[in-house]
């Protein structure tokens, strides 16, 4: 099973645009932390909204995602398939062809950024902040 990140695995229903935490997966980083950061079990639990309960070796952080409806058919169709990369906000569901990557974020998710139909995606360019 690759743990290489895969953009169709973590797009949701919405269109967003946005590459904050909580938005979609800034890929430089995902890719980064996916060959220098270990993984740790985790355990996924909806709270309400937007907001999730992300609980790994021993510790819980409440974490917050853009699209709470993609995250909730991985927890229904896997409960047991999470991993937390270790020192980020950064989860991981276990598909059948690899990982989705959730880019969670520790406080509330603001609006999500749409564009226009047709446009091109923009390049994230800012460093992902790392967790204590």
Not at 3 to 16: K, L, M, N, T, Y
Not at 44 to 58: D, P
Not at 66 to 92: M, N
């Amino acid at each position: 099973m690759s743990s290489e990140p895969r953009i169709d695995q973590s797009a949701g229903g919405i269109d967003c645009h946005s590459y904050y935490s909580g938005h979609n997966t800034f890929w430089m980083a995902a890719m980064k932390y996916g060959r220098e950061k270990p993984f740790a079990p985790a355990k996924v639990v909806h709270v309400e909204g937007q907001q999730f309960t992300v609980t790994s070796m021993g510790r819980a952080w409440t974490l917050y995602f853009h699209d709470p409806e993609i995250v909730k058919v991985f927890i229904a169709r896997r409960p047991d398939g999470f991993k937390h990369v270790l020192g980020t906000s950064y989860v991981t569901g276990e598909t059948a062809h690899g990982r989705a990557w959730f880019n969670m974020s520790k406080e509330p998710v603001g609006e999500c950024d749409p564009t226009l139909p047709g446009t091109q995606k923009p390049y994230p360019n800012r460093r992902v902040v790392e967790n204590d």
